[in-house]
């Protein structure tokens, strides 16, 4: 009998070790950042339509108490209009964020505190199109207190570095939110890994810092050649959206030099996702495997 229960046995470890979550937990000693009085204090830009109790909720998840020092704000369907040239002014807007601004070289750190509640927007696309809109050096908490795309954090976010004393050039932050659509057009609609999708456009645009193009046909070539590199097939239709995307980005007054090293670092951090990404699906399979032979071992049992 003991024989014939160590397979079941075994089993139910596995489940427990699949199953259980891995949990971080914050520091909570209460301890607060000292103010930057170059920047002034972080600015919590709340979506526009949110209820008081969604409000209070995305406190909660920001971890804003009555003693934060914080400066709030809120972005509407108006903010939409001004920093998109063919946004909603009537557009209803939920996601929210949290931004502190650092000194010069700190870089950008991203953060989706409420991630089952961003649904389409990843970490890295947000780092992707602020780069595009010309944000640097700030850290970006973002949260929805119910299911969104994410994508109106990106216009909460632009009026919060403005209000911290930052210029955003109109042209670049219509580019950023053209590169999220397009980010997250080919993850849904092309079914492209989240991730895969921000290392090609970090590459392109990586590649487009360090050539610098000059022609729509050039940058029709790097696109193709990133493709191809990253082994990614595009319809007709993606790939053209893609290059217009990109070409929009060469026409940009951007400092490429400066914007290169940025990039650098952005692609950086996602690789060592991808690389956790492919570790975690050879873990799964490896789960698989044991389940496989532990149901023949059952059978094996029972003939």
């Known amino acids: 009998m003991k024989k014939l229960l160590q397979p079941f046995l075994v089993a139910i470890i596995m489940v427990g070790v699949v199953i259980a979550p891995s949990i971080t937990f914050a520091d909570s000693d209460g301890s607060t950042e000292a103010v930057n009085e170059k920047f002034g204090a972080p ?24 003693n934060s020092d914080i400066q709030e704000i809120e972005v509407t369907g108006q ?28 870089g950008l ?22 780069l595009t ?56 609609e092309a079914g492209i890994d989240d991730a895969k999708v921000s290392e090609l456009l970090t590459e392109i645009k990586k590649q487009i810092a360090e ?3 000059t022609s729509r046909e050039d940058v029709e070539k790097i696109v193709s050649e990133q493709l ?12 053209q959206l893609l290059i217009d995307l990109m070409d929009r980005i060469r ?6 030099s400066k914007w290169g ?24 399979q490896s789960v698989k495997e044991f389940f496989n032979k532990l149901i023949d071992s059952i059978r094996s049992i029972f003939k």
């Open 43 to 66: 600015i919590v830009v709340f979506g526009g339509n949110l209820t008081e109790d969604q409000k209070k909720s995305v406190k909660e998840s920001l971890k804003i108490t009555e």
């Open 79 to 106: 903010d939409l209009a001004k920093y998109l040239k063919d946004g909603d002014a009537s557009a209803r807007m939920f996601s929210s964020a949290k931004i502190t601004r650092k000194d010069a070289g700190k």
């Open 109 to 130: 750190v991203i953060n989706i505190v409420t991630p089952d509640n961003i649904t389409e927007v990843t970490a890295e696309m947000y780092a992707n199109a602020m």
């Open 133 to 188: 809109a010309g944000i640097h050096d700030a850290v970006v908490e973002i949260a929805a207190p119910k299911p969104v795309t994410g994508h109106s954090a990106l216009v909460g976010i632009y009026k919060a570095y403005e209000v911290t004393g930052g210029k955003l050039d109109p042209e670049r932050t219509d580019v950023a939110n053209d590169e999220l659509s397009v980010a997250t057009n080919l993850a849904k």
């Open 211 to 213: 050539k610098n193009p």
């Open 228 to 239: 191809s590199k990253l082994k990614i097939d595009l319809s007709d239709k993606d790939r």
């Open 251 to 256: 026409k940009l007054d951007i400092d490429f």
């Open 261 to 284: 090293d940025q990039l650098n670092d952005l692609s950086k951090t996602i690789e060592d996702k991808i690389g956790k990404i492919v570790d975690n699906e050879g873990f799964w």
